[in-house]
């Protein structure tokens, strides 16, 4: 299996636009998970699904952010309007049970000017 | 507040010598323990965990000490190599439905040749 895919690997955007990442978890995966990894706060869940239906998104920051995952193999965390305080490295995690290893992708480095 | 800390946000060892890496949780229904490493530019991979039913697990030059009563854990990296050197994230879980991992902020090791 190739992993945890994500893209852009890189965005660089400015302020008030639409910011869409993508994921694709690993096949067999039940569990996919979205984290935003910042200087200050470290590694941060913002939300996870199960079978594809939202399970917790108590650690998405405000309504600007929303994420989807319309079936097995595919996730989008969209960021509308982007600020710059948004700028930080998204990981996506894929696992086959909750509590245990979780597989990540390589991350994606937003940067918002 | 954290749940998970990792004290040390900074580690050098000499190669060939032992590097410990400590990190101190407050929740004590935190019952499933893991050790994650990152490199620059990946995302984290999981490196080795620990049930709250035990207080040392091994594997290859990498063991990690639970002591539940100090809410403390530690991995052992014997003998350390320059490969070795990344940052090193401490994750827990309570387990269950409320299994999300908790992520410390890591600690990079540096294992000079």
């Known amino acids: 299996d190739a992993g945890v895919i994500q893209s852009p690997r890189h965005e660089v955007t400015e302020m008030g636009q639409e910011v869409t990442l993508r994921c694709k978890p690993i096949?067999?995966?039940?569990?996919l998970f979205w984290y935003r990894q910042t200087m200050m706060r470290g590694l941060e869940l913002l939300i996870y699904f199960n079978n594809n239906v939202p399970i917790d998104d108590s650690g998405m920051p405000e309504d600007r952010f929303s994420a989807k995952m319309p079936n097995a193999s595919f996730s989008t965390l969209k960021i509308q309007p982007s600020e710059p305080r948004d700028s930080a490295v998204y990981f996506c995690a894929s696992s086959l049970s909750l509590v245990y290893e979780q597989y990540f992708g390589p991350g994606t480095r937003l940067t918002v000017t | 507040d954290q749940q998970v800390k990792q004290n040390s946000p900074s580690l050098s060892v000499q190669e060939g010598r032992i590097s410990i890496l400590n990190c101190d949780y407050t929740n004590s229904m935190f019952d499933y323990f893991l050790w994650y490493k990152k490199y620059p530019a990946e995302g984290p991979t999981f490196l080795i965990s620990?049930?709250?039913?035990?207080d040392k697990n091994e594997d290859g030059r990498f063991t990690v000490f639970l002591n539940k009563s100090a809410k403390h854990l530690s991995l052992h990296i014997v003998p350390s190599q320059p490969g070795d050197s990344a940052v090193y994230f401490c994750a827990a879980s309570e387990g269950g439905s409320q299994g999300n991992l908790i992520f410390g902020k890591g600690t990079k090791l540096s294992v000079k040749p």
């Open positions: 620990i049930s709250s039913i035990k």
């Open positions: 096949s067999g995966h039940d569990y």
